[in-house]
């Protein structure tokens, strides 16, 4: 309990001195607010659970610690192989169902262009990938137009269905 008082809020803030630059935010963890006279137990949640939760909302195929765009990320690209010219699709499953069906953004794995993915085969140039046969909560499928010469494609993704 921190204070009884018949105020329709509460207000709480944070005080640093003037001669911390605070560049990179606060970080604040392992606590909780309620709503009542009786505090839960706390529970905390391994990074494994932490990130499941999360990805309820917001999922890519980069690494962890790899901003989207990045062109030097090799982990979790998606890498549809094709014999013929024309219209092709592959699925990609998400690792957790999404709360709402996700807006996609695929990026080239060469270029980081967004919309785009990077044609291996073909000199590492980027063709366009767009979502436009199937996405729901738990998979997309990215279509893409080659033009024979593309038999190995590769690219990344974000999935995001925040509130």
Request: hydrophobic share 35%; charged share 15%; proline share 3%.
């Amino acid at each position: 309990t921190i204070w009884n008082s018949n105020k329709a809020y509460m207000w709480i803030g944070f005080e640093c001195p003037a001669t911390y630059a605070l560049l990179g935010g606060i970080d604040i963890a392992h606590c909780q607010l309620e709503l009542g006279g009786v505090a839960t137990t706390f529970k905390s949640r391994s990074f494994g659970e932490e990130l499941a939760a999360c990805q309820r909302y917001f999922e890519k195929s980069y690494g962890i610690n790899v901003t989207p765009g990045a062109t030097s990320d090799k982990n979790g690209t998606y890498r549809p192989r094709h014999p013929s010219a024309g219209t092709n699709g592959v699925n990609i499953w998400f690792k957790v169902t999404k709360r709402a069906v996700p807006t996609i953004v695929f990026y080239a794995a060469v270029s980081g262009n967004t919309g785009k993915i990077t044609n291996m085969s073909g000199g590492a140039s980027d063709i366009n990938c767009t979502t436009e046969s199937y996405v729901g909560e738990t998979e997309v499928v990215a279509n893409f137009t080659s033009t024979g010469g593309e038999t190995n494609v590769e690219g990344h993704w974000t999935a995001e269905s925040e509130l």
